[in-house]
């Protein structure tokens, strides 16, 4: 499978645990997206990495909130304290640099519950 | 202000009919692409169709096409042929080639295909 891979596809954890998500982009893509998306809503832009340089991140990203790209390849997404708010789906999406509006393909998706 | 907006919440349609999804947007960009992805009950968001601010035709893939009326701001997906396998959630999406990276996202319209 050359798709956009997303671990674990189900969480579930106690309110002010942390917990850490892990995308695997399509292996050529240079681009890597998080997105997060609440029940009968769009998905939301978090956060974007070019290569292993994040550049651009969304005000939804709180200080709980911190993704990296280490090597350029896979990329994690960490939140900390978790609250009952955080419960989403967490998408990852990847994309070629080739011009302005490549198209993102997007993993399945981590679904988050906070209980 | 909505940047993407969709109006239809939910929509049925007969298979082997065609249906037309609705999608306005507003930016005071030039340039923009606006995309259509189908988000199944498993979760992953799928690509259908991208349109460029600059495409003078409408875009088409497959039993896909993009109704694009620029001066209205609109672009309406169109489904022909409609098939089971089509009920979904369908998501309007604009990146603005000032907003960066993201994509915002409609709120999403479900379509039930009836036998």
């Known amino acids: 499978d050359t798709g956009v891979s997303q671990d674990p596809r189900h969480k579930i954890t106690k309110r002010g645990q942390n917990v850490t998500f892990r995308c695997d982009p399509i292996?050529?893509?240079?681009?890597l997206y998080w997105y997060r998306q609440t029940l009968g809503q769009g998905p939301e832009f978090l956060t974007y990495?070019?290569?292993?340089?994040?550049?651009?991140k969304s005000r939804l990203l709180s200080d709980r909130f911190s993704a990296e790209r280490p090597k350029g390849s896979f990329s994690t997404l960490e939140i900390q304290r978790t609250e009952q708010g955080d419960s989403a789906m967490y998408l990852c999406?990847?994309?070629?640099?080739?011009?302005?509006?490549?198209?993102?393909?997007f993993g399945p998706g981590t679904r988050l519950t906070v209980t | 202000a909505q940047k993407i907006t969709q109006t239809q919440p939910g929509m049925f349609v007969q298979e082997k009919e065609a249906v037309t999804l609705d999608c306005t947007y507003d930016?005071?960009?030039?340039?923009?692409?606006l995309f259509w992805y189908k988000q199944p009950s498993s979760g992953e968001m799928i690509f259908l169709i991208y349109?460029?601010?600059?495409?003078?035709q409408n875009a088409t893939e497959g039993r896909y096409s993009l109704n694009f009326q620029k001066a209205r701001k609109s672009a309406n997906l169109v489904i022909s042929a409609s098939q089971l396998g089509d009920s979904a959630m369908y998501f309007c999406?604009?990146?603005?080639?000032?907003?960066?990276?993201?994509?915002?996202f409609g709120e999403g319209t479900q379509l039930t295909v009836n036998p």
């Open positions: 999406a990847s994309s070629l640099m080739q011009t302005v509006f490549s198209e993102q393909y």
């Open positions: 349109q460029g601010s600059y495409d003078e």
């Open positions: 999406a604009m990146r603005e080639e000032t907003s960066g990276s993201r994509l915002t």
């Open positions: 930016t005071s960009d030039q340039s923009y692409g």
């Open positions: 292996s050529e893509h240079n681009r």
């Open positions: 990495f070019q290569n292993e340089a994040q550049l651009e």
